[in-house]
């Protein structure tokens, strides 16, 4: 006979994929393709609010603490940078997330 050691074994490496895959399961199957829309949009805030703010903090450095160093310039213009990317990649993220929604909906519902 087989021993269950080698089964269990393959439970813990396949642990995270579940963790990770839950979510959007459970919010399709409850919410359905609706679900996603919102869940699109909430994403495309969070980019837009994400990027709103790093502009802000630049502007507000620029203006409160005036001219810095070239080297303190380079940082806050790395931190604007990255802060922009990240919120473009979440509006983008919260694009596709409506229109699988949009699309489901309407190939699918």
Do not use: K, W
Not at 55 to 71: D, K, L, M, P
Request: with cysteine.
């Amino acid at each position: 006979m087989r021993s269950r050691a080698s089964e269990s074994l393959i439970v813990l490496p396949l642990l995270p994929i579940f963790l990770v895959g839950l979510p959007p399961m459970l919010l399709l199957s409850f919410l359905g393709f609706a679900g996603l829309v919102i869940l699109g949009v909430l994403l495309i805030c969070v980019g837009l609010s994400g990027g709103l703010d790093a502009n802000n903090a630049f502007n507000e450095e620029v203006i409160v603490h005036g001219y810095a160093r070239r080297s303190e310039r380079a940082v806050q213009a790395s931190n604007l940078h990255s802060a922009i990317r990240f919120g473009t990649a979440m509006t983008a993220t919260g694009a596709g997330l409506m229109a699988a929604g949009l699309v489901g909906f309407f190939c699918f519902g």
